[in-house]
């Protein structure tokens, strides 16, 4: 399919009837259109896929006021948007037209014969028709806007690869009528069932039903740890054959010496954490025994004691006599003036009197220091752990480097990375040996699954023949399952390998565009993920910025436009053809710089059967895009913006020139009565 021509009324920014005829050419494909932010690229994406969709992007802002707001103010409801195309050698106009109040719209396609006349009559079915030459789920991703989220964006996650190939594979109608044959096969059970008084029919059915879905499961399942098996057993083989071409006797000693040094260092390493705890947890009571020991070094006799010493003649509390003395009364309760004899006697005896607390204070520091005098100084036990640490220490720096230096010697031993080939060795090993166990099971389950499914199909098929009328439906499930299992087969036959074609187009665009020597590979792990990276010159995984992730995603719909055109002339009857598809890019170099541009946009001129882009003056340039793929343009246009603003006004908002070819081009236009976009055709000598 090509588009030919592009008719707009009164749609988003495009006031009344505007025309795009498009490149259709072998040797001029390319149809460029320049259009600042804002100025209607996006409208016009979106005129092409409602017309033939009746959807728009995400991104499209309103999505449900697609009428010209001044055409709306002057009283116009209807806008529509026409395309003609070709297929098949055939040209079609596709039309749909809407209204604002109420909100509908209806699709109509002609054919135009050699006269350029319409045909006499439509087609019944259009959206069959459009379906037929551009699926609607391929169109997904044949309509790419660069800075939006219409369409792939530049996001790395691939986890929808799988959905797009079967998109393009048609997988999803033949998928859908494996459900709808499902449906009618369990309907005609019902039917054989209400021909069975014993209810037997229906517990064989429901037995069938289970032993088919375990057998398709198993069957799946079986597939996949296959398809597992044999890249293991690859992997093991290539080792295999890596390890042959080394000095084995020489090479076994010296591994077999690094492996012991491996466990001394690993016996080291644990000696040395134990040791490390150790010190920690003792820390605490080392401390405290070391603060000890110095109390305990403390010569109490140096301390004066004489006050004690002399207080010892009575046992008459001091705190008392200070208490009688300064209330003038003694404990009896008589008073005790300070002239009086008893006052004087008090006051002689307090001199001799007992301190109390200082009495207690030199108790507990004799009791004390007897205690200090024990505990052993923990000056020997610290440096004895302190020495153990020291020598793991040193222990575990003598092994690391005889190994690095063993390593070295054996890395020099006509062998890029011996440890990462015996490490692949024996994890394909272990990974070979379990998947051929899982294998050898899951075929004997399957051979199970059908001959308990073959014992079943004769049960029923018994039960059937009771009746004429439970023979008919038997008959028809049988038909019926059959058919089923021509779709089962068409689908595995078709998805086969698909992603792996893909993978090989994505690298190919990637090499012409010398993306800085990177590639594209499918990441290691669950072979259903559909995960693929970008990665360096060795094979490494490249942390990608939003550059790169985009051009991961415009290699994969390059792709898939490719394997599409492959796929045009199919002879499938069971699965929906391929498409030869036009390539619709909005702002594909958003993310890209001018000279990867440059060689992306020639790689897909050169690729595509019809491409259409459409960049700002930001993302095209004379001197790097349009270098690119200027031998490839045949038509080429100007979205004119009109504004109602002075020049004064709109001064530095973007560009207000175009320069294309040495010429210039009005981008915008001011003192307009209202603002619109126009399209006007930049001419062009080819």
Known sequence: MKIIKLEINNFRQFYGKQTIEFATGDKHSVTLIHGENNGGKTALLNALKWCLYEETTENLQDQNFLINKHALAKN??????????????????????????????????????EDGCYASNEEKNPNTFINSILPKEMSDYFFYQGEGTGTLSSQNDFNHIKEA???????????????HLTKIRNDYIKELTSYDTTNESEKQSALKEKLQANLELTKKNLKLRTEEQAIAESEYQSSERALARFDKSILEEKIHTRSKLNSALKVAERSLIEKKQA?????????SDSFCSRLAQFEL???????????????????????????????????????????????????????????????????????LVKVSPPRDIMLSVLDEIEKYQDEIHGL????????????????????????????????????????TNLESE?????????????????????????????????STEKISDLYKEAIESASTGVDLKILAKMRELFERVAFNGYSIKKEQ??????????????????????????????????????????????????????AIAPFIADSILAFIGPDNGRELVKYISESVEQSIFMFSQAQ?????????????????????????????????????????????????????????VTIEEVVLNV
């Open 279 to 287: 010190k920690l947890k003792n820390l605490p009571i080392w401390l």
């Open 76 to 113: 116009v409801n209807a806008y529509s948007v026409k395309i003609l195309l070709s297929h098949d050698n055939k040209i079609f106009e596709v039309q749909r037209r809407g209204t604002h109040t109420p909100r509908k719209n209806q699709l109509k396609v002609f054919e135009i014969g």
């Open 446 to 478: 399957v051979r199970r699954l059908t001959i308990d499914l073959k014992v079943t199909d004769e049960k029923l098929l018994k039960l059937g023949l009771s009746q004429p009328k439970a023979k008919l439906y038997q008959a028809l499930i049988t």
């Open 165 to 179: 190939i079967s998109k393009v594979l048609g997988l999803t109608v033949a998928e859908k009528t494996l459900m």
């Open 400 to 439: 690391n480097k005889d190994i690095e230096e063993l390593t070295h010697t054996i890395v020099e031993s006509d062998v890029e990375d011996i440890k990462k080939v015996e490490k692949q060795r024996a994890q394909s090993k272990a990974k070979n040996e379990d998947l051929l166990r899982q294998v």
């Open 620 to 676: 095209w340039t004379e001197s790097h895009t349009d270098k690119g793929f200027r031998h490839k343009i045949g038509k080429e246009y100007n979205l004119v913006q009109h504004t109602i603003l002075t020049e004064d006004q709109f001064k530095g908002t973007y560009p207000t020139k175009l320069s294309v070819l040495g010429k210039e081009y009005d981008v915008v236009k001011f003192g307009s009565e209202f603002d619109k």
């Open 525 to 578: 792990g669950n072979k259903e993920s559909y995960t693929w990276v970008i990665v360096d010159k060795d094979g490494k995984k490249v942390a990608a910025g939003n550059g790169y992730q985009a051009m991961l995603a415009i290699s994969f719909i390059i792709a898939l436009i490719q394997f599409s055109k492959d796929r045009a002339n199919a002879k499938q009857h069971l699965l929906t053809p391929g």
């Open 301 to 371: 006799d140096k301390i004066n004691i004489d006050e004690l010493k002399n207080s010892h003649k009575y046992t008459v509390d001091k705190r008392l006599i200070s208490e009688i003395l300064k209330n003038h009364e003694c404990i009896c309760g008589t008073a005790v003036p300070e002239e009086s004899n008893a006052f004087k006697l008090i006051s002689d005896l307090q001199q001799a009197a007992v301190d109390v607390n200082l009495k207690r204070r030199w108790s507990a520091v004799t009791s004390l220091h007897s205690k």
